[in-house]
């Protein structure tokens, strides 16, 4: 009874958690994107909007925090690279499988702030990707409407013929 009601408490805590850490990384990447375009209000005007790195960008960032994270891993714990490698993609994809997991847990409470920063990155990913799915689907819709107007108005055409 003890687990399930702390897993009700902690579960949408560590969520609201992610959110708010996935939140402050999308900010610091636009601080980040925007200054290497050498935009500011004084030369173009307002600043311009940023609407978010591409799924691909965000895909690179995950790839390579995972490999440092992985290789992180692999010299704390001292297991092989392709071990770390699978207990990195496990935990931060949230699948966990718990196959391999570290012996020293109070290492692992240490490297904590590393697993919730992937998470968090992670969860930026999958915003990008659903941003980029929901955009297709937009056009596509679009699209469609447009040759559905077009059809319509072929047809009126012919019968007022």
Not at 16 to 31: C, M, P
Not at 35 to 43: F, I, L, M, V, W
Not at 47 to 69: D, V
Request: hydrophobic share 50%; aromatic share 8%.
């Amino acid at each position: 009874l003890v687990s399930i009601l702390y897993g009700g408490l902690a579960a949408p805590l560590l969520a609201v958690l992610i959110g708010q850490i996935s939140s402050i990384l999308h900010s610091l990447l636009a601080i980040i994107v925007l200054a290497s375009k050498g935009t500011s209000e004084d030369k173009h005007g307002p600043a311009e909007q940023f609407t978010g790195l591409s799924a691909t960008s965000m895909l690179t960032i995950l790839a390579s925090y995972a490999l440092c994270g992985s290789l992180l891993f692999s010299l704390v714990f001292l297991w092989d690279i392709t071990d770390s490698l699978y207990f990195v993609f496990s935990t931060l994809s949230t699948v966990g499988f718990g196959d391999i997991v570290p012996e020293d847990s109070l290492i692992f409470l240490m490297l904590g702030g590393y697993i919730l920063i992937g998470l968090s990155v992670y969860s930026l990913w999958q915003e990008s990707v659903v941003a980029n799915i929901e955009l297709q689907l937009e056009e596509m819709s679009s699209r469609l409407e447009s040759h559905k107007l077009e059809a319509d108005r072929r047809n009126i055409k012919e019968h007022s013929q």
